[in-house]
Structures are given as C-alpha cells and as structure tokens.
C-alpha cells in the first residue's frame, strides 16, 4: 500500500514539474502560409508553414507545434525545414532548421475565426509566439456556375424574326430604282472623304 502511494505521489509530482514548465512569450516567427485573413474551406487540406527559432539561445528547437485558437482549439505537430534565408537575414547560423510546415487535414476544424501561435519546446522551455495571424475556415466553397449571358441567349435565337417570316409588299420599280441609287451615291462621298496615307503624303 506504501509503495503504491508513493508511486502515485512521484507520478503526480513529475506531471506538477511538466505543467510546470518555464513558458516565454517570444517573437522569433512567422507565418508564411496560408496568407493572414486567408479563407479556407472545411472540406480541403492545408497547409501552415513559415519560421521559428530561439533567440535566447540562438538555436531551432526539434520540438515546433502549431496551436490554432478560435472556434476550436487543436494543436498539430509540425516538422523542421532548412531555411538558410533566416540564417543569413539574422545572421544566426543556429537558425538553419528554423522552418517548419504542417499539414492540417480536411474536416479538422468546424468553421470559423482562428489564430495561429507557434510553440516550440525544449526540456527546460516552452517557447510561445504569437503573430495575431488570423485565418477564416467556412464550408464548401463551390465554383460559380456560368450563366448564358444576353448576347449568348440572342445566338441561339431563330436566324428568322417575325418581319420576315410575313410576305412583304410589292415595291413599285421607280421607288425600288431610286432606293438602289441612294447607297451608291454614299459609298462615292465615303470614297471621296477617305484617302490612304500616301494619298495624303502626296499632297
């Protein structure tokens, strides 16, 4: 019996010295993807990338996790990438594995607002940085379907109208002679006011 209440009483001090953790607000991070105030959808993968390292020691932590806060709250472990582009923008050759991506699987979240914090931990530290980096998860987003437009609608009209389709009157010669001349007589003053270039470069 003594030993077991010992045993509980060293496992409940062991989980008082994890809970205990020394926690530091930091910002050493950033987020790369998805864009702030990007829209996702529920039903769909994603993806959350960017860069984290500790600047205390100068050193990239294996341990990377990023929390997403809102609606829900779920934590996903990230993996470490090589970022050699904040080793040389901080000059901080410890900041190699600095980067660190995840994939959030569909249907992870309900919809909703949520923040992105990135937490990294080491035996001693744990490490949060908070970027106010929001994302917007709703439902399906389905494509906008097409719509024939007026123009689309007036194509595959009839070729006959209705003024057509009725026997039109008999045009007496004279008139029909008359209406015949009236178009000639624009299509010369058309001609007559139209000169390519060289005509008048010649001038």
Not at 33 to 50: E, M, R
Not at 104 to 118: E, Q, R
Not at 127 to 156: F, R, W, Y
């Amino acid at each position: 019996m003594n030993k077991l209440l010992i045993s509980l009483t060293a496992l409940l001090f062991l989980s008082a010295c994890e809970s205990g953790k020394n926690e530091q607000i930091v910002d050493s991070c950033f987020v790369d993807v998805p864009a702030n105030g990007a829209i996702l959808s529920t039903n769909q993968d994603f993806k959350i990338a960017g860069w984290a390292y500790d600047k205390a020691t100068a050193t990239s932590p294996a341990q990377v996790s990023v929390e997403l806060s809102g609606e829900d709250t779920k934590t996903f472990v990230a993996t470490r990438v090589s970022r050699m582009d904040v080793v040389k923008a901080f000059n901080t050759p410890g900041a190699e594995m600095s980067g660190y991506d995840v994939i959030v699987p569909a249907n992870s979240l309900v919809a909703g607002s949520y923040d992105i914090t990135i937490w990294q931990e080491t035996p001693e530290r744990k490490l949060k940085c908070v970027k106010n980096h929001m994302i917007e998860i709703t439902g399906e987003i389905k494509p906008v379907t097409a719509i024939a437009t007026p123009t689309q609608a007036d194509s595959a009209a009839p070729a006959v109208t209705p003024k057509q389709s009725i026997a039109s009157p008999v045009i007496e010669p004279a008139k029909a002679t008359v209406n015949n001349k009236e178009p000639e007589k624009k299509s010369k003053a058309q001609k007559k006011k139209t000169k390519t270039p060289v005509e008048e470069l010649a001038k």
